[in-house]
Structure formats: C-alpha cells, structure tokens
C-alpha cells in the first residue's frame, strides 16, 4: 500500500494567525504546498491546473498588505482548492469535461470572489467526475484521483479532488459541491472534514450547474472548525443567485466547544443496517459515534425515516432529469469544444457525442426519458411525491430532534475501477447522503474511526435548514472524541 499522506496538516486558523502576526510569510506558507504538491500530485492527480504563479503573486499582495498594516481578510495568506466546475475568471475551468476544453469563464463565481476578498490564495482547480457526476473521479477527462491513504483506491467522488488535496496536504482548505453526497462522501473516503450548507445558504452563481434544485456548494478542510470558517466566508446572501436565502444567520462556528446538554440525536436506523450493503465496520464507527454523543451528555435515541430508502430511486430521476436540461447549453456553439459538421444539427452532435463521457451520455438519456410526456408522472413526477414524503418525514423528526446522525458512506474506499462497469453499484455509495439534498437541509461528514482495512470512516450529522450551528458544534463534539 503506498500512500502519499503528509507527516501532519496544519489548520487554516493557525496560518492566519501565523501571516497575520509576522511569525511566516503568506508566500513562504505557499511554498510548504507547492513543495508537496511537487512531490505528490504525480501520484495522486488531485489538480487539473496548479495556479502557481498567480498564487504567488496573490500571496504576496497579502504580505504586502501585512506590512502596510492594511486590514486582511479572515483567509489572509491560506491556500485553497477549488473544484474545476466553478467559474474562475480567465482560468480554465472545465468540469472536468472534453466539451469544455480550452473555455476561460470571463468572470469569477460568487464562492472564488469572496475568497480572494477574505484573502484566501487558489492554489488551482481540482479534480472531478465529469460535471460532478460519481462517486468515485473516475469520470473526468483529466483521469482518476487517487486517494492519497492508498494509491489503488478510488478518493470517493465527485469532489475526489478537493478530498484529495485536503487529504494530502497540497491545500488546508478546499471547495466542492455536493448534489448527491459529493462534499460528504470523498470526505469520508478521504478522512477529512466536508459539509453541504442549506440549500440556498451559499450562492450558485459561477457554478457549472448540475441539478440545479439540488446543487449546493461547500467546504472542505481537516477540522470542524476550519471547515465551519470557510462555509462562514463562502456562505451569505447573494443577489445573483435566484434561489439564495435572503435572511440568514452565518455564524456557523458561534456554538462549536459547547456541551451537548440538552440536544436531542436521532440516530437513522435504515442507515444503519436495516437496508443492505452498509459494512459492518461502518455500522460499528457510527454506533461508537452514537455513544460518544450520549457520553457528551445529549440524548440519542434510533428513529426511523422510511423513506430514506426510496430517496436513492428518487435522486436518480430528478438529478438526470435536470441535468438533461442543463446540459443543453453544450451545443458546440457556445463553449469549449465544436466538432463541425455539414449543418447545424450534425455539428451539435458531433460535439455532443465527441465531448461528453459515458456517465454523461447516461445521465442524459435518463433524464430525457423520465422527462418525455408518455413517463413524466410515472417517473419524474413520481419522483417528485417522494421527495416531498421524505422532506415531511424530516420535519416530522426535527420537531423532536435537533439532529440526526448516520453513517456518511456505506463503505471505505474502494480499489480503482471496482464500480466502472456497474453504475447501480456505483450510485448506491450514495444512500445515506442523498436525504439532505432532496430536502435541502446541511450536512456534514467527520472522521469517526477507522476500518478493519485501516482506512478512514466517516458519520455524518444531519440538521434543520439553517441550523448549521448546532450541526458544526455536534460535529466537533465527535471530532473531539475521535480516535483518530
Ligand atoms: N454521486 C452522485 C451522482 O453521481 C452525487 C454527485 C454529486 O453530489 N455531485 O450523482
């Protein structure tokens, strides 16, 4: 087994706190990650595009602001990944995807402008699975992440970049998106800290839209803190995005190192082994979780969310069938790729067919047949009753519970191209994360122990639409009694 794990990773808090107080140079802490990514990311494939020049010269702005005492943001001097399918301005940015080679975006995504306000440095564009559609970043035309705990094994996906590079030491901080699982289940995969905000907490605009009803972006960092800090800097009210809250509350770390007196848990018992495939080892991780929160002084109790079974079924029609929409725009004329053809209709297909991957292609005659008049109601609309029986069962639970906690991912991470040839199987790996896209509420996974394959577990806690306080500080109540 060879691996590719720094011999420790330092918080984002610490950095800041480093750059700010004159003790390291924003440019000499850029270093320490070029250098490991110089040693490292020929294994692991974490980048498609390390902005090191342009990271340089923003890290020195900040050390030239340092000096000037000029007041800096809450990120001075940190470095910071940022998945391939959001916008940055005149860098390329591609979703991972043949049809959109060579496209620069003329501006920056709401998420990458206020990183560059709070100081924060990209250090590049990570890799995904093909406009975020996997569990596993094998699906991307830049080929697979591999997970720096074991280089056979697959990161998880499709944020398997970001893990990876948090896990790796090459960024302390990264940004993902997640409209399945896609922060949560490489986070696990990749013993690292990832959260999904509410829906509409952090805005959309700038981000190479998937399902749009389901697509949230969010953070990635080694602890709960750190990972609660960057939601609170990407995260807030934004006229561009349609679908952003308006009112909200973005101090997300207000309640972390409070004690859990009081606070109601529910653990989900069909995500933990009354449905199939969930391994042992996982089941087990998330029982100890359990007892570390009661042990902490809130009381858990197992609660049942039937509908957490159909979720899956449910994920699978109405994320192909937006993404079918979506995905329309990719006509050759617009962006990226064109392969001509003798009129208009062939060179829409030629590109189509020459620029998308497989999982795309799928995805896209999935949608467009759950979508055609003759299956609408069968399918997508049924799809569409599910989704709100399980928003109502959610309700149902929070009235009694403040959060619930459940295993991230049903497994550790698997070898490479274990799960290529079979998407079921594929898609099943995101069971236990789906429920908090369909209902838009936050999400996070944490460390929680490790394998009998000594490979990282996470659980996750799940909370009411914006009650990412109480979620960040149960969170770090677990990480806190991690033995890991
Ligand atoms: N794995 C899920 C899918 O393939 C989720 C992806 C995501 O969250 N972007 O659709």
Redesign the pocket.
């Known amino acids: 087994m060879t691996t590719a794990l720094p011999s420790s990773r330092e918080t984002a808090s610490l950095i800041v706190q480093d750059v700010c107080s004159g003790k390291r140079t924003a440019v000499e802490v850029l270093e320490t990650y070029l250098d490991q990514i110089t040693s490292h990311e020929g294994e692991v494939n974490a980048f498609t595009l390390v902005t090191e020049q342009q990271a340089k010269a923003d890290a020195r702005s900040i050390d030239k602001a340092i000096a000037n005492g000029d007041t800096v943001g809450p990120l001075a001097g940190v470095p910071v990944a940022v998945k391939d399918n959001l916008c940055t301005k005149g860098v390329a940015t591609t979703a991972c995807s043949k049809i959109l080679e060579g496209w620069e975006p003329p501006y920056d995504a709401t998420v990458v402008t206020k990183l560059k306000e709070a100081g924060a440095i990209i250090i590049g564009k990570t890799n995904?699975?093909e406009?975020?559609?996997?569990?596993s970043t094998e699906?991307s035309a830049f080929g697979p992440t591999r997970n720096p705990h074991d280089l056979d094994l697959v990161p998880g996906?499709?944020?398997g970049g970001s893990a990876a590079a948090v896990a790796a030491g090459f960024a302390p901080l990264a940004i993902g998106?997640?409209?399945?699982?896609?922060?949560r289940?490489p986070a696990s995969l990749c013993g690292v800290v990832g959260s999904?905000p509410t829906y509409g907490g952090v805005s959309r605009y700038g981000l190479l839209a998937?399902?749009s009803s389901?697509?949230q972006i969010g953070p990635f960092a080694s602890t709960v803190s750190d990972a609660a800090l960057l939601h609170e800097v990407i995260g807030g009210y934004d006229p561009k995005d349609s679908t952003s809250i308006k009112e909200q509350n973005t101090s997300h770390s207000a309640l972390i190192g409070h004690d859990l007196k009081g606070l109601k848990v529910g653990v989900i018992k069909e995500l933990l082994g009354e449905i199939e495939g969930i391994h042992p080892d996982v089941i087990n991780s998330c029982n100890r979780a359990a007892e570390s929160l009661e042990n902490s002084g809130a009381d858990v109790e197992h609660v049942s969310l039937p509908s957490a079974i159909y979720s899956l079924s449910a994920?699978?029609l109405i994320?192909?069938a937006e993404a079918s929409s979506n995905l329309s725009r990719y006509d050759g004329v617009r962006y990226g790729l064109r392969i001509d053809g003798s009129n208009l209709k062939e060179m829409n297909i030629n590109t189509r067919t020459e620029g998308f991957g497989d999982?795309v292609k799928r995805?896209i005659m999935l949608g467009t047949y759950a979508l055609s008049s003759g299956y609408y109601d069968a399918y997508y609309g049924k799809a569409l009753k599910v989704r709100r029986l399980l928003a109502e069962n959610l309700e149902e639970l929070y009235q009694e519970y403040d959060v619930l906690l459940s295993p991230t991912s049903p497994c550790t991470a698997f070898p490479l191209g274990e799960k290529t040839q079979d998407p079921m199987t594929?898609?099943v790996?995101?069971i236990c994360?789906?429920p908090a896209?369909l209902a838009g509420h936050p999400a996070i996974s944490v460390p929680f122990g490790i394998g009998t394959d000594a490979l990282p577990i996470g659980v996750q806690i799940m909370a009411p639409p914006m009650k990412e306080q109480v979620m960040y500080q149960v969170a770090a109540s677990l990480e806190l009694a991690a033995d890991v």
């Open positions: 995904c699975d406009f975020a559609m996997g569990s699906n996906g499709s944020s998106s997640d409209t399945g699982g896609s922060i289940q999904k998937f399902a389901l697509d994920y699978y994320a192909p999982e995805r594929m898609y790996n995101d994360t789906i896209n």
